[in-house]
């Protein structure tokens, strides 16, 4: 095991020791529990490159003080996948590192408020939003994210109509991807936003119209 490189766990939490894993480099789908357990041996050899964790209970913010410690340690972390639910958006600055090396970052669950750009790493590139109950336009907040190249949400509780890009927002975008937003009727871009965006991908968005978008950019609807 100690040549073992990439690891999903799949639910599990009783997994073998650990401590001769000194170059793994991708663990996936950990409990929280787990990780808790195990952080020390993993964090000791800072090999990660990409990490998913998942949260089943809801946890206090102490707890999400030490999962961002333990985090912060991976100074080689490229990828991150967290599961969980955001009853306050608070919970997400806390729970995500501030990590210079980490560019792609995916959020799934309860998410009802969108996270101000200030709460993601610095040199976020890949930005994927999974979750419900989202009642505001993020596009004001994610615009404002300087190395965005790659942006996917996917939101079956959206409950705004219309999403707006502003001038200067998003202005590294290259690829934007939207799914199961059932609410949303238009998406509004205005003179200079997203001046980069050359693909946009739409599926089960039974209300949008596509007609107010730019002519430039490439449009799949997906039904």
Known sequence: MDKLRYFSAHFAVGLTNITTWKNIECLRHVSHEYWMKCRSTLTSSCNLRELGIRFYDPIEHQGLIKVRASLEKLQNLIILHLTMSLYCVTDLAIA???????????????????????????????????????????????????????????????????????????????????GNLHGLKGVFI???????????RIHDCFNLKTWNLPQHINIYVIE
Do not use: R
Request: with cysteine; charged share 20%.
């Open 96 to 178: 995500v590192p501030q990590l210079t090396n980490l560019t792609k970052l995916k959020l799934k669950g309860k998410m009802p408020k969108c996270p101000t750009a200030s709460m993601f790493p610095p040199n976020l590139s890949h930005l994927t939003l999974i979750g419900s109950e989202l009642h505001d336009d993020p596009m004001a907040e994610l615009g404002k994210l300087p190395k965005l190249l790659f942006l996917k949400i996917q939101n079956n509780g959206y409950c705004s109509e219309t999403m707006v890009v502003l001038c200067h927002g998003f202005p590294c975008l290259e690829s934007l991807s939207f």
């Open 190 to 200: 205005e003179e200079g936003g997203m001046p980069k965006l050359k693909h946009l």
